[in-house]
Every structure is written in structure tokens, then in C-alpha cells.
């Protein structure tokens, strides 16, 4: 648990740095981005394997895939499709004052192309993310709930919680207060994660939420 906290100690400062140097530029920027999410794979897989060596299936950083773990994350998605599109679009409008107006020409304002965004939200996004949040901090937490007599039975929800909780604090560098909201979408990965032993299903699901997010607020202007 200790060594656990420390890693997410170590990733949420690199995350820190990487916000208050996007400001510079690249290649600057670049760098630190990079650093941060290598980090969520690479800090883990070096405390498990070298600083304190332990079994490294039990540690959450030995990931199986199936084509049931797939297959949940795309139901999620389905499931998931409307009330993006109705939470975001209160998000927008009530809290934020924006303004909805849909034009196939606001495509325009994507940063990248499509194809582009979808490998940077699968690879460089959704599975580092997943890896440690869902992978090693998740059975992190849900160990040594299990090894407490009182926790064993609320064990998958506390871990589950607990690091949708860690997952969501980590986007409050950014300096908007919605995304704490990251929490909700948190829990359902977290709940795919503990269901299928698997982390394809929480990848494919956090990387389609943050697709049709980057679709929807082109839409949005304030």
C-alpha cells in the first residue's frame, strides 16, 4: 500500500510539471507529456520488479486479454453513448455558458485528424492511464483491503473507489474543476477492470469516452 501511494505520489508530480510546462512549448512540452505518461507504466513495473520485487501478477502489472474483456468494453460504450452526449451537453451549456450549434464544418477545429486522435487515445492515453490506475493501483488497493478481515467483502468496492478517486484528483492540475467528474467514467472502468481480470475492455471504453468527448465539444462555443 505504502509503495503504491508513493508511485501515485511520483506520477502526479510529473503530471504537475507537465501542465505548467505546456505553456513553454515544444519541444519542451513534448518531453514532459511524454515523461508523464511513461511514467504511469514504467514507475510501477520498476517498484515491482527491482525496488521491492514481488509477484508481479498479484502487483496488477501482468495484463490478460480475451475477446470477452473486448466485448465488455464495447457494451459499456453503447451503453455509455447517450448519457455522454446529455452529461456533456449540461456540462457545456449550464455550468460552463456555452453555446451548442452543430455544423459538419466544425470538424475543422480538430487539432488532428480522427485517425490520428484515436491512435493517441488508445495507445498514449487510455492504456497508460489504465495500466495504473485500473492495473496496479486498483489491485493495489484491492490487496490490501482483502488482507484487513473487515474490508474483505467491500474489498472491490473500496478498490474501486479509492483509485477512480486517485484517478480523478490527478486531472485537477489542468485547472477545471469538471474534470473531477472523470471519477464517474472512473468507476465503470474500475468495475470492467475487477470483472474481466483484463484491462481491453477499460481501454477501449476510456479511449471512446475521450473520443466522443473530443467530437462533441467542437460543437460548443463561448
Not at 511514467?39 to 495484463?63: M, W
Not at 477545429?109 to 480522427?114: D, F, G, M, N
Not at 486522435?117 to 495507445?123: H, N
Request: hydrophobic fraction near 50%; aromatic fraction near 14%; include cysteine.
Amino acid at each position: 500500500m505504502k509503495e503504491s501511494l508513493i508511485c501515485y505520489i511520483i506520477c502526479v508530480v510529473l503530471t504537475v510539471l507537465c501542465v505548467l510546462t505546456q505553456g513553454m512549448g515544444s519541444p519542451v512540452s513534448d518531453i514532459t507529456w511524454f515523461v508523464a505518461i511513461f511514467s504511469l507504466i514504467a514507475v510501477p513495473l520498476i517498484a515491482v520488479r527491482y525496488i521491492h520485487p514481488r509477484d508481479e501478477a498479484k502487483a496488477g502489472v501482468v495484463i490478460s486479454w480475451s475477446a470477452k474483456d473486448l466485448l465488455m468494453g464495447l457494451t459499456a460504450v453503447a451503453l455509455l453513448l447517450i448519457p455522454v452526449v446529455l452529461g456533456n451537453h449540461f456540462v457545456r451549456t449550464a455550468i460552463q455558458g456555452l453555446d451548442f450549434h452543430f455544423a459538419w464544418s466544425n470538424y475543422a477545429r480538430l487539432q488532428s485528424p480522427i485517425y490520428y486522435e484515436i491512435f493517441i487515445q488508445l495507445l498514449c492515453v487510455a492504456l497508460p492511464e489504465e495500466f495504473f490506475y485500473r492495473g496496479y493501483l486498483q489491485t493495489s488497493f484491492l490487496n490490501y483491503f482483502k488482507s484487513r478481515p473487515k474490508f474483505v467483502k467491500r474489498a472491490p468496492v473500496l478498490a474501486i473507489v479509492l483509485a477512480s478517486f486517485c484517478f480523478a484528483l490527478v486531472h485537477l492540475p489542468s485547472g477545471n474543476m469538471t474534470r473531477l467528474l472523470t471519477f464517474f467514467p472512473g468507476l465503470l472502468f474500475g468495475f470492467l477492470r475487477y470483472q474481466s481480470r483484463g484491462l481491453l475492455g477499460a481501454i477501449v471504453c476510456h479511449a471512446s469516452c475521450n473520443l466522443m468527448m473530443t467530437v462533441l465539444n467542437v460543437h460548443y462555443f463561448g
